[in-house]
């Protein structure tokens, strides 16, 4: 029995551990807080039960003893619990409390640090908590007391005396009171002090001033929480070092249409170029029983022609050695990288990840039995094309794409952002089926010709067409599209 309380990392995925994603990766049970970097949970199992104790906004905050009461309940169930939070677990996130709970009730705990916010959010902004001739120590302080409080467990004087650099966390708010105590405890009033707020997410912002003005220059940028204030010498390196620069995509909302399954790779880097996503998979694949023909090794060409197809003919294979005997075309590069993963290498890949290219490609080669391995439905421009030239061509259906139901929710903040995506006919039909038509202004960004076409057939104006067919191909065609504004 043991609870992993596990450190998520400030908000850049990036930051995340090893070991975090590992255990996402193998918990039964995750509760998580609200403050954890977009995908996080990606990895968990499709069967583990994910627990939001941070709700804020639409319910309020799960109370501390709720939180504790579950980490009881689970953790005495014997499942391989993982408590994950911002930051680190153990930086003014509770941590400690809810490990003397865990150890007082006989379960065990094991704590997995994370990259505390005190350290990343000031690194992101260029400013080292430390350095040479400058700050030799670093104090986190917790920003959340009211500094008037005579029982405040903050001793304001000391602090105020602390030789080297403070960091805040918490305390947005009480930026006003907290400048004026560290003046009245001697800090003089042109001391350095930044504010980052979100930092390391995409959309990080970094004000400077002094505690004479910090507090007005805050409240005149709007700074919100989640936010890290630096006080001292360091602060002002942000001029000379900052580095991160903000995502193209920053301020545009971009909605992902494809199988919930595919859409978070898309997602996120998305996100990661700035971008706020909603997803509103309008699709979702359903593997169909199917079994490769006993005499593959007969035919003399195999044709795959989605990643979709690829991925679910390597599990109906039992190894790559069932695969061999034809030769082996891809549509495109995703089709490719995606029986790569398994081990196949494809012998054909046009550039362009479009049946008629892959027609084209297989021009010069002599085809007498054909294996297509694809959806229940999709289009036959292939087939069509291969008997036309003498082939005997056959096709073994590997899934088929069905309807994903959006919530209301969902669909609203499709329709309210600023592009609207689609990477299959597919996804199309079954989107603009829920949704009727996209909004007036929204702007319609498609993958390839194919797409293109079922947008057109609905008497949509497709705005961004992807020179390449692949989610990266869509996205240059967007971030093209976002820079001509
Ligand atoms: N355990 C966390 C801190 C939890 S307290 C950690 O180690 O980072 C929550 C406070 O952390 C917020 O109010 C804010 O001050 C700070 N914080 C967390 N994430 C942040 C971020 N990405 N940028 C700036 N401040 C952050």
Redesign the pocket.
């Known amino acids: 029995m043991t609870v992993f309380l596990v450190g998520a990392g400030?908000?850049d995925a990036g930051l995340m551990t090893a070991r975090s994603l590992e255990l996402i990766a193998s918990a039964d049970v995750i509760l998580y807080d609200r403050?954890i970097p977009d995908g996080a949970l990606d990895g968990a199992r499709d069967d583990a039960e994910l627990i939001d104790v941070g709700k804020v906004g639409g319910g309020a905050q799960v109370p501390q003893e709720a939180t504790n009461g579950l980490l009881l309940e689970h953790g005495a169930a014997g499942r391989a619990v993982v408590r994950l939070?911002?930051?680190?677990?153990f930086?003014?996130?509770r941590g400690g409390e809810e490990a003397q709970l865990l150890r007082a009730a006989g379960i065990d705990v094991e704590v997995v640090p994370?990259v505390?916010?005190?350290v990343a959010?000031p690194a992101y902004a260029g400013i080292p908590v430390t350095q040479r001739g400058m700050a030799a120590a670093v104090a986190f302080v917790t920003g959340h007391e009211d500094p008037d409080k005579d029982d405040s467990q903050v001793d304001w004087p000391a602090l105020a005396a602390f030789p080297g650099t403070l960091v805040f966390?918490?305390g947005v708010r009480k930026l006003g009171r907290i400048a004026e105590r560290l003046v009245a405890g001697g800090r003089p009033p042109s001391e350095p002090v930044a504010i980052?707020?979100?930092?390391?997410?995409a959309d990080q912002r970094t004000v400077s001033g002094t505690l004479a003005d910090i507090a007005a220059r805050a409240a005149a940028a709007g700074v919100r929480?989640?936010?890290?204030t630096v006080v001292g010498a360091v602060a002002a390196l942000h001029e000379e070092l900052a580095w991160f620069a903000a995502g193209p995509l920053l301020g545009l909302s971009v909605a992902v249409t494809r199988a919930r399954a595919q859409a978070s790779a898309l997602a996120a880097r998305l996100v990661a170029l700035g971008a706020h996503v909603v997803e509103a998979p309008a699709i979702r694949i359903e593997p169909l029983e199917a079994a490769l023909p006993a005499d593959l090794a007969a035919y003399d060409l195999l044709c795959v022609t989605s990643p979709n197809g690829a991925r679910r003919l390597l599990e109906v294979a039992r190894d790559a050695r069932d695969l061999a005997g034809p030769a082996i075309a891809a549509i495109g590069p995703g089709t490719a990288d995606a029986l790569r993963a398994g081990g196949i290498e494809p012998d054909v890949v046009p550039p362009r990840a479009v049946a008629e290219s892959l027609v084209e490609a297989l021009a010069e080669r002599p085809v007498r039995r054909v294996l297509i391995a694809r959806a229940e439905r999709a289009r036959d421009v292939l087939p069509d094309a291969l008997r036309a030239r003498g082939a005997e061509v056959e096709i073994l259906a590997l899934y088929r794409t069905v309807a994903e139901p959006l919530s209301p929710a969902a669909l609203e903040s499709a329709l309210g952002a600023d592009y609207v995506t689609f990477t299959s006919a597919s996804a199309v039909r079954f989107f603009l089926e829920a949704a009727g038509q996209p909004s007036e202004g929204q702007r319609v960004v498609s993958i390839g010709p194919i797409t293109s076409r079922a947008l057109r057939e609905r008497g949509l104006t497709v705005d961004v067409e992807a020179a390449e067919h692949t989610p990266d191909g869509l996205i240059a065609a967007l971030l093209e599209d976002a820079a001509r504004g």
Not at 196 to 201: I, K, L
Not at 225 to 228: D, E, G, K, L, N
Request: proline share 11%; aromatic share 10%; net charge neutral.
């Open positions: 400030p908000g403050l939070k911002g930051g680190d677990p930086v003014f996130g994370g505390t916010a005190g959010a966390y918490m980052v707020e979100r930092g390391t997410f929480a989640p936010a890290i």
